[in-house]
């Protein structure tokens, strides 16, 4: 019977989709096959929530290829939230049966106050609807519980390579996208026509102002230009500390971390964004500097770091060498909008007035409102709420300012911006602890990228803008990172994970005291 079943429902679906195929029904074919793949997805994430976590990161990251050959419509908006749900329940499932590791985060006691502020400011009486704050606390705290899921996943050097290498390989395919659409035209899995909310996003052309030549900003399989430059940031930091880590581990390994690294400075470059190049540039000169600060004491080691920056710069050299020879028109007029903007010699420089005026405006914008003091309610002020807006059939609230502490005292008026610098000081406070406790460790490359990552994403980008935090790709790697970063030192502790390599000076120790003896 169960086979009489099985077969006449395979029958059924067969009669379905080849009736779609037939009446050009497309929409309706790929949304049925997401809903299919999302269904097995949850199932298979109920029994195991590791693999719920690789799922989830995958789609998080092509969640938006779909959404833009689909109209944009909230139901796929939320396929991701769905399955971090799936999955939280899986792990708390795992917890209770004492199968996973578990910690508390130091730094709950400000976040928390943080929460509690966000929470009553979702009913202020300002707000148009709660419907903006619980937007509001979705994109500030839903993917929280990720650090648990990245504290509990990482139980050994193998899981700890795995996750990484996953991520790497994920971050080269769409940096690769992203090039190609730079170089053949933002058609290149890209409709033409997006919904009006993203049509401006996806389909942007910059210009040099002196020169007049077009840049394309590729959005990749995003659905924004912006979020693909963001991600290509993470992509470097994440290359970075893998190759290092790889090195460090298995010395004739790291080629995942040199070939992320080529594509996310390319990437970058052709990104179309300032803030893009400007952040991988630094980040490959910070972080090749800490680690040879944060080197292991062994002479090998220590020279495998060098290499290991040696050939980061090498590889980033190439990759943009290949891309002048190449396609000199491409990358040519990317460097013209850059130095053109940037350099503080051009008439038409735009560092200081992005850098500091801008944002330092909008902040005095922020502090002139009529309701500083209390703000305007959770949410109302965030990325996303012209959807909110469309489903209540209002018009968009319009009074809105571009830096992140402007944005937290529109909303949660001027204790927001206190307790968030409050909770992000105390994040940061007891990851640079883990960093200095790691330091000439096999793990302190991953550290190190994890707490930089974090730094510029709490610090530097949300005073610039709330958007980055608030960008639901960005946010969630920053709470499954910080939890592998809290994992660590349980790693660094288990004599039986310490690598040959950084036991050879004690195996040398040991033979010359033998013969000594």
Not at 150 to 163: C, K, S
Not at 204 to 217: C, D, G, I
Not at 324 to 353: C, D, K, N, R
Not at 357 to 381: E, I
Request: proline share 5%.
């Amino acid at each position: 019977m169960q086979g009489v079943v099985l077969f006449a429902g395979l029958i059924g679906l067969v009669w379905t989709v080849a009736n779609w195929i037939v009446t050009g029904s497309s929409g309706m074919l790929v949304i049925s096959g997401m809903a299919v793949a999302l269904a097995i997805i949850v199932v298979t994430s109920l029994n195991n929530w590791r693999l719920g976590v690789l799922f989830f990161i995958f789609w998080l990251l092509f969640e938006d290829l779909a959404r833009k050959y689909l109209g944009n419509g909230l139901m796929l908006f939320f396929g991701k939230d769905v399955l971090a749900a799936i999955t939280y329940v899986s792990l708390w499932r795992a917890k209770r049966r004492g199968e996973v590791a578990w910690f508390t985060p130091p730094f709950m006691m400000p976040l928390a106050l943080f929460f509690c502020l966000a929470f009553i400011q979702v009913f202020n009486t300002w707000t148009p609807s709660v419907l903006y704050g619980f937007l509001g606390l979705k994109l500030y705290f839903y993917y929280f519980p990720l650090i648990y899921a990245g504290y509990a996943l990482i139980r050994n050097d193998t899981d700890l390579e795995q996750l990484l290498v996953y991520n790497i390989a994920l971050g080269l395919l769409i940096g690769l996208v992203g090039i190609v659409q730079s170089l053949v035209g933002l058609r290149f899995l890209n409709p033409t026509v997006l919904a009006p909310e993203i049509q401006e996003l996806g389909n942007l052309t910059r210009y040099s102002p002196l020169s007049h030549q077009a840049v394309p900003a590729p959005p990749s399989i995003f659905v924004s230009s912006g979020r693909f430059a963001s991600y290509m940031i993470l992509v470097a930091i994440l290359a970075l500390g893998t190759q290092a880590y790889l090195l460090l581990r298995h010395p004739r390994r790291g080629v995942s971390g040199f070939l992320g690294i080529g594509i996310a400075v390319v990437a970058a470059m052709q990104s179309g964004s300032r803030g893009s190049i400007i952040y991988v540039v630094m980040s490959v000169l910070v972080l090749s500097a800490g680690f040879l600060w944060g080197a292991p004491g062994n002479g090998g080691q220590g020279r495998r770091l060098l290499k290991a920056v040696r050939r980061a710069f090498l590889v980033g050299a190439v990759g943009l060498f290949v891309m002048i020879q190449f396609f000199p028109s491409a990358i040519g007029a990317s460097w013209a909008f850059y130095s053109e903007t940037l350099s503080p010699t051009s008439s038409v420089s735009e560092l200081q007035y992005r850098t500091w005026d801008y944002p330092f405006n909008n902040l005095m914008v922020a502090l002139q409102h009529p309701r500083w003091l209390y703000g305007d309610g959770t949410g109302t002020a965030s990325l996303g709420m012209q959807y909110v807006a469309k489903l209540l059939g209002q018009a968009p609230i319009d009074f809105w300012v571009e830096n992140g502490w402007g944005t937290l005292i529109l909303e949660m008026g001027i204790l927001g911006p206190i307790l968030w610098i409050a909770w992000t000081s105390s994040l940061l406070y007891f990851s640079w602890k883990i960093v200095r406790q790691l330091r000439e460790t096999i793990y302190f490359p991953v550290a190190l990228s994890i707490f930089w990552y974090a730094f510029l994403l709490l610090v530097p980008f949300t005073y610039n803008g709330i958007a980055p935090y608030q960008n639901y790709v960005m946010n969630a790697y920053l709470w499954l990172l910080i939890g592998v970063l809290f994992r660590l030192p349980h790693l660094a502790r288990d004599p039986r994970r310490v690598s040959r390599a950084a036991e050879a000076p004690k195996l040398a120790t040991a033979v010359a005291y033998a013969g000594e003896v």
